[in-house]
Structures are given as structure tokens and as C-alpha cells.
């Protein structure tokens, strides 16, 4: 069965087609702009050439359209008809508590997501729209929704909920709810496949660190908590985003700067963590790069992003009383030797030992812990696609 594997944005799709039969990937690509004018880039993996122009999207339906049309075109094409397009997966950014797994979308299931926009005001509506505009040009092709919240919902209340009223919690819903779900689940799996052990045996802690983050404790293969929370602003410092700080400061800026919480909700989203403190980049090797010409405010950035994902992870040992195994993925968990390096020296404690050669590899799955090291330490590059193509697979061919 070949899969179109979508993740919809306001403005954006990204795609990706597979061949389940050997998991292959046929092409990927992504609409940029739509709903301004349009741009399309699209990468056959079959050796036809790339595809790399303006294409007008006045919606999410021209977009599909123009995928299709890409998908199928003599020059660009991968497969001869839509028809052979056996399933769609969708990337659902927030399930609530409805949904603990991946699902057949069907009107009950997006009125359950439609239900869960004012948890994820910016991202659900753009799933609904993506998948309404899959429905409108492929017509009766099944599609799946693969919750990024879905793995998180093995959580127990005391790692979900908030230490605030209860009411909150039971009529408008505040809880941990955790992201980066489909990730964690992926790098978890294949943890233990490296490991040689049956993940119901294994404590593990799974790193995702890119330009968002967030730290999963996976005890016998189920989320037992994660660093992101009601929404992804919460857990570490990230590119732009600010992490746990102490509440109050709202209503102390509020009061000092005149800005309403809004405004400064804005500013803890998009120009706090890395970029606020050092004021140089939120990209990690701008940071690297500054911090290397001896700038002390990126020097600073990193070091704080090292300390909280290092406090992190010690929490999670204890959460689960131990550790087997830790794993970084994502852009910088995956490409940076040095943010890898910088965060495992924190845990010499757990008698991990890096092996600086190994931490060297990239692209690759691979132990960068040494033979003797306690606790194990790989490197998995993540592949949420290739989840959501296999849920869609296992639902469709149920
Ligand atoms: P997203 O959360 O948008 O999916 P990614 O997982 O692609 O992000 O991560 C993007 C981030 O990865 C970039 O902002 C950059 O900071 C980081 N990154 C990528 N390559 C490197 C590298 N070689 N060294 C350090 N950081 C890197």
C-alpha cells in the first residue's frame, strides 16, 4: 500500500509519500505560502528532477491538488494514478483526552478534533483544514489522524496534573498534556530494538531537541511524563520558546512594561529561550559558532539549555526509579556531538560513559555510550512520517 503522509500548517504542507512494502520512501515536499500566493518544492526520490516553483494556492485545497498533480505528472511523478494512493496520515497536533491512539477519521472523529481547538488554537484548525482538503480532492480514500498528544495519555494523574483548583482541570481541561508524542514512541521502539530487550523491560528517556523540545520518561514502552505540558511553551528553554519560569513574572512585566498577557505570551513563544538570552540566533549552530568567538551571552544560552535538559533527565530517574537507556534525536539531538557531550557529563552519576568516537557518527542509529557505560546512550535519528504511514497502514488494513 502506498501512503500520503500530511503535516498541515496555517500556511504550509508538508508531505511525504511511502511504499509500505519495504517502508520505502517514493517522494516528499512541501507547500509553502498558501493562502498568500503559493510555493511548491517537490522531491521525487525515483531520480526525476525536483520541482521548485511558484504554484497559486489561494487554500489548503489548491495544495493538495498541486501535490497530486506533482505526485502524478509524467516529469516529476512517482506513481502513474491517485489510485494507487491506498491511505492518507495525517499529523493531528492535539487529541485532548479523547485520543490515547491513532485513528480512522470519520465525522465523529473531527468533530472530537474540531472540539480540541482552544487547547490548540494555531495547529488543529490547519489539520482540519488539511484533511477536508484531502477529502474534497481524492474524495473517498481513507484517511488516519496520528495525535502528536496520544502517547503522553498513559500518563498518571500525579505527572499530568497541575497543582492548582481542580475545577480547572475538570471544566476547562487544564492538564500536562505533552507533545512530540509520535517521536517519542518511534526512538523508544527502536531504543529497545538496539537493545536487545522487549521494551516492557526498559526505563527509558527519550531526548527530542529541536527547534522545539521535550524530554518523555518511557517506563516499560509507556509515557510516565514529559517536559511540555498544557501547551509546548512549558519544559526547557528552547529556540525561541522560554520553558518553565516562575509564573508571576507575567503579572510583574504586565505591571513594568504596559504589555497585556498576550503580548507577553507572544514574547515567552517566539523571542525567549536561546534567541532572548543571548540575543544572537535561535539555531544552535549560530550559537555553537558565537559561542566559539567568545560571545558570553550565547556561551550562556547553551549552557542553560545543557543544565535543564540535564536536570530534566535526572528528574525522570527518579520518576522512574532508574534508567537503561537515553536517547537524543531531533536537529540538534541528532547532529550535535557537543550539545550530546556537553548534556552527559551531568550524568556520570549514572555511570554513563560516552565514547568520543561513536558521538562523532551522524545519520545513523548508534550507541555513542561505551561498553561498559551503565546506562546506555544512543543517537536515533526520528521519523514521525514513517510512524503515521504505519498507523495509517495498521488502521486502514485493520
Ligand atoms: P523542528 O522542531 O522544527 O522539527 P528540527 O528537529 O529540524 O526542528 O531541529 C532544528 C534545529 O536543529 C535547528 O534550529 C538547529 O538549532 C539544530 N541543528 C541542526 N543541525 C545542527 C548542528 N549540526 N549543530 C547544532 N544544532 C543543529
Do not use: W
Amino acid at each position: 500500500m502506498k501512503i500520503l503522509v500530511i503535516n498541515c500548517g496555517s500556511s504550509s504542507l508538508k508531505y511525504q509519500l511511502l511504499d509500505m512494502e519495504g517502508e520505502k520512501l517514493l517522494a516528499k515536499g512541501l507547500c509553502e505560502r498558501i493562502g498568500i500566493d503559493g510555493h511548491l518544492t517537490h522531491k521525487p526520490q525515483n531520480g526525476k528532477p525536483v520541482f521548485n516553483e511558484d504554484v497559486a494556492m489561494p487554500t489548503h485545497t489548491e495544495a493538495i491538488a498541486a501535490v497530486l498533480d506533482k505526485l502524478t505528472s509524467e516529469e516529476y511523478g512517482v506513481v502513474k494514478s491517485m489510485r494507487e494512493i491506498g491511505a492518507v496520515g495525517h499529523r493531528v497536533v492535539h487529541g485532548g483526552e479523547k485520543f490515547a491512539n491513532s485513528v480512522l477519521i470519520n465525522d465523529e472523529v473531527m468533530a472530537a478534533i474540531a472540539e480540541c481547538i482552544p487547547l490548540a488554537p494555531l495547529h488543529n484548525p490547519a489539520n482540519i483544514t488539511g484533511i477536508n482538503a484531502c477529502k474534497a480532492v481524492m474524495g473517498d480514500v481513507p484517511q488516519v489522524a496520528v495525535f502528536d498528544t496520544a502517547f503522553h495519555q498513559t500518563m498518571p494523574g500525579k505527572a499530568f496534573m497541575y497543582p492548582i483548583p481542580y475545577s480547572y482541570y475538570t471544566d476547562l481541561k487544564v492538564r500536562r498534556y505533552g507533545f512530540h508524542g509520535t517521536s517519542h514512541r518511534y526512538v523508544s521502539k527502536r531504543a529497545a530494538e538496539m537493545m536487545g530487550k522487549p521494551i516492557e523491560e526498559l526505563k527509558l528517556i527519550s531526548c527530542h531537541m529541536g527547534n522545539g523540545s521535550s524530554i518523555c520518561a518511557i517506563d516499560h514502552g509507556k509515557s510516565v511524563d514529559t517536559s511540555m505540558g498544557f501547551t509546548p511553551i512549558a519544559g526547557l528553554p528552547m529556540g525561541t520558546r522560554c520553558g518553565d519560569i516562575d509564573v508571576s513574572i507575567l503579572e510583574y512585566l504586565s505591571a513594568n512594561t504596559g504589555k497585556d498577557i498576550k503580548e507577553l505570551t507572544n514574547i515567552l513563544n517566539k523571542m525567549s529561550g536561546v534567541l532572548g538570552v543571548s540575543g544572537v540566533s535561535s539555531d544552535f549552530r549560530d550559537l555553537d559558532t558565537a559561542a566559539a568567538q567568545g560571545n558570553e551571552r550565547a556561551k550562556l544560552a547553551l549552557d542553560m539549555f545543557h543544565y535543564a535538559v540535564a536536570k530534566t533527565v535526572g528528574s525522570y530517574v527518579a520518576a522512574m526509579n532508574g534508567v537503561d537507556g537515553i536517547i537524543f534525536t531531533a536537529g540538534i539531538g541528532e547532529n550535535s556531538a557537543d550539545t550530546r557531550a556537553e548534556i552527559c557529563k551531568y550524568l556520570t552519576y549514572l555511570g554513563i560513559e560516552i565514547c568520543p568516537e561513536c558521538n562523532k557518527k551522524r545519520g545513523e542509529d548508534t550507541f555513542i555510550s561505551t561498553e561498559n557505560s551503565r546506562v546506555k546512550v544512543m543517537v536515533i535519528p526520528t521519523n514521525e512520517e514513517l510512524v503515521i504511514a504505519r498507523d495509517t497502514r495498521d488502521i486502514v488494513e485493520g
